[in-house]
Nanobody, 121 residues
Framework: QVQLVESGGGLVQAGGSLTLSCAAS????????VGWYRQAPGKQRELVAG???????NYADSVKGRLTISRDNAKNTAYLQMNSLKPEDTGVYYC???????????????WGQGTQVTVSS
């Protein structure tokens, strides 16, 4: 099955920025709604931002005004622009979406393998 692949994580100082990308590992027809999740050490995975196929967005209160989710439907790719990063933003970031491989195919849910974001103080 085609899976989601995240990229763009890394080590950054507090106040810095990173942009994460989420794309399918192979050819697909479409991604439906996409969510970016974060899992900090010792904590449960939490939703930080979501975007519908039409572009409606929602954010966790802790990231509003600092993180921006977007997507390019032509490229079947979603992004998470992260600004003014804080040490508490540290964690593994995962994207999740329903993938439709072909126009007539049934969508299936997929998680990426995650990308590490570390924010130093």
């Amino acid at each position: 099955q085609v899976q989601l692949v995240e990229s763009g994580g890394g080590l950054v100082q507090a106040g810095g920025s990173l942009t994460l990308s989420c794309a399918a590992s192979g050819s697909i027809f479409s991604l439906n709604a996409v969510g970016w999740y974060r899992q900090a050490p010792g904590k449960q995975r939490e939703l930080v931002a979501g975007i519908t196929r039409g572009g409606n967005t929602n954010y966790a209160d802790s990231v509003k005004g600092r993180l921006t989710i977007s997507r390019d439907n032509a490229k079947n790719t979603a992004y998470l622009q992260m600004n003014s990063l804080k040490p508490e933003d540290t964690g593994v970031y995962y994207c999740n979406a329903d993938i439709r491989r072909t126009v007539l195919g049934a969508p299936y849910n997929s998680w990426g393998q995650g990308t590490q974001v570390t924010v130093s103080s």
